[in-house]
């Protein structure tokens, strides 16, 4: 199996990304990390750009023993001397230099002729190796170079002493059968290309930077490019994660693996987010929140009769602990029963479709059904007791400059019953209306609300205490909405008076209620 070369640029490319700055212990706490995952480079930054830089690359280059730590720098002689300081304390330092080939960027940002590009190139080349003994060479946007001069700037940057020539898709221009295929045209015809490695640097703008740089791989590249979650200049770069597990998972295609410690992989994702602010989207292939979340139903189904059916990867495999059946509107029965046993709840089949169609229905309202809405859900079913009054619609009328009014229809004995009430809030005007409906006197002697699971579309679950002569009760409700959940509450705690009524079953001692 042919080993790939892992060159990580999270701490250089990466930091390019908009509004992302390390500073030097962030560098350092993600160069170690890296270590851990077993890059064998790592770019640690261009110590020209700025004095903090050129620290920060140092710290880095004192504090990794297990990579080749890499600093970048044009084709002039004064970044070589910051990138030569910066390295210092290295145990195995790689300098990067790179001049761009490509004819729109030598006629206007560089005002170039090819000719000047070679010998710029070759004389950096030439000044660095007298201090280096690993220097790598891009020829900026060579995906937009014509391949016959690409070829002449490989040729010249091998006879220079590069050890390492990499090709950048600078502006992730190229499909992967063109990147691929100037892979293969630099192996046929640069003299010498055989004592060198082949790098692949992809950037993301068409989306295309993993499948360019698998494709650098199935033509001979020995090295990747990239970064962790994918960061880097506008779109991005090659996800390094991406890479070693495409690698991994279909090693009878490709025939070739990283040396990554792939199980490092989800805490290395975490940390370089933390530490960047870029969080990491949650479809983003192997380290997105639901790269190993299943919602549907057929496909929980699947998972619970066997893994592979909905999975190409173990998520063990980069570090997580397991996979996670998400439930929501398009989940089924298996799934529900499957989280209700995690939950500690064991249904008979009735009280399961009973449970499940409450579910659904909430799933309907709801994004995410989240551990803590099924327990509401399923202890209000547990705990209920005879329905007198059945809540069916509220309609509530609010305005900062207007009366609230309310609208409430209950169902008893079958028959609907219709009332409207103002109040002095939305609560106070349908507790009002309630009452006309029920025609019992209540005194309502507490009422709170909290959030039982998180997020905007949260369930409220709203608890009231309500006293009517000797008898009290407590009552609960639960919505996504809290005026929905306020008048269920309310309700609720009425049919618990009536059946303690019925059942004779007083008392209240003081404040506190005997149940
Ligand atoms: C494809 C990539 O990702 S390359 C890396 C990109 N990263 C960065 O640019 C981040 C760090 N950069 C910086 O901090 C600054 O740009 C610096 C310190 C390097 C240079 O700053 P300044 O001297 O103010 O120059 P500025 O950035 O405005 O312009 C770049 C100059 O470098 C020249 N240049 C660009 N690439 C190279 C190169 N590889 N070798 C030599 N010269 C180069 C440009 O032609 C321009 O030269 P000019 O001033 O003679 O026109
Ligand atoms: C410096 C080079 C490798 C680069 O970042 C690019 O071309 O995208």
Known sequence: MRKIYI???TLRDGEQSPGVNLNTQEKVEIALQLEKLGVDRMEAGFPAASPGDLA?????????????????????????????????GAQDPTLHLFLASSPIHRKYKLRMEKHQVLETAEAAIRYAKKYFSRIEF???????????????VVAMAIRAGATVVNIPDTVGYLSPYEYGNIFKTLKEKVPGIENIQLSAHCHDDLGLATANALAAIL????????????????AGNTAIEEVALALETRADFFQAKTGLVLTEIARTSRLVSKLTGMPV???????????????????QDGMLKEKTTYEIISP???????????LGKHSGRHAFKEKLIDLGYELNDEKLNEAFAKFKNLADRKKDVSDEDIRALIEEKLIQTPEVFVLETIQVSYGNQSVPSAI????????????????????????????????????LQDYSIKSVSHGKDALGEVHVLLAQGDYSAQGRGISTDILEASAKAYLDAINRLIDKRSRGEKKRHGNMTLI
Do not use: M, W
């Open 316 to 326: 063990a495999t980069i570090g997580l602990k397991d996979s996670k059946l998400v």
């Open 281 to 299: 989207p949650g479809n983003k292939a192997i380290v997105g929140a639901n790269a190993f979340a299943h919602e549907s139903g057929i496909h």
């Open 7 to 9: 060159f990580d640029t």
């Open 408 to 443: 409430v229809r209950i169902v008893k004995d079958g028959n609907r019953l219709e009332e409207a009430a103002i109040g002095n809030g939305s609560v106070d005007a349908i507790y009002k209306a309630i009452d006309k409906v029920t025609q019992e006197e209540v005194e």
């Open 219 to 234: 033509n001979g590249a020995d090295q990747i490019e990239g970064t962790i979650n994918g960061i880097g200049e506008r």
């Open 56 to 88: 920060a690359v140092n710290a880095v280059a004192r504090a990794v023993k297990n990579a080749s730590v890499v600093a970048l720098s044009r084709s002039r002689e004064q970044d070589i001397e910051a990138a030569r300081e910066a390295l210092q």
């Open 138 to 152: 891009s020829p900026e946007d060579a995906g937009r170079t014509e391949i016959d001069f690409l070829c002449e």
